[in-house]
């Protein structure tokens, strides 16, 4: 399992969908549905990393099983329902953000 593709993944979560998506189906109201779901996650993740900010240790259970792994599902199936394919998406995201960090590197931004 460790070596699956991100397509790979991709072809798991459509059977599953197929299954138990039980939320809207057109574009607007899944993409609304998945953003409320991340909006959620990103709570979780505050949680985590407010309790570092004032010196305290938190339990990072619910971060490496739940946190982490949705934010996967929910990037792969909003790739999906935009007809994105994610892992060339993501390679060109490594290069446009490769360009910026080397601009501002030679702006002097950073060291």
Do not use: C
């Not at 939320?23 to 709570?43: C, F, N, W, Y």
């Amino acid at each position: 399992m460790a070596d699956t593709t991100l397509k790979e993944l991709a072809q798991v979560l459509a059977e599953f969908e197929k299954e138990h998506w039980v939320a809207p189906d057109d574009v607007q109201s899944v993409t609304r549905h998945i953003t409320q779901h991340i909006a959620k996650l990103m709570g979780k993740l505050g949680t985590v990393t407010e309790k570092w900010e004032h010196g305290f240790e938190p339990d990072l259970t619910q971060l490496k099983a739940e946190v982490i792994p949705d934010l996967l599902y929910y990037s792969l199936n909003l790739a999906a329902t935009h007809q994105v394919d994610l892992e060339q998406a993501f390679y060109k995201r490594l290069e446009v953000n490769s360009e910026k960090i080397q601009r501002w590197r030679r702006e002097g931004l950073l060291d």
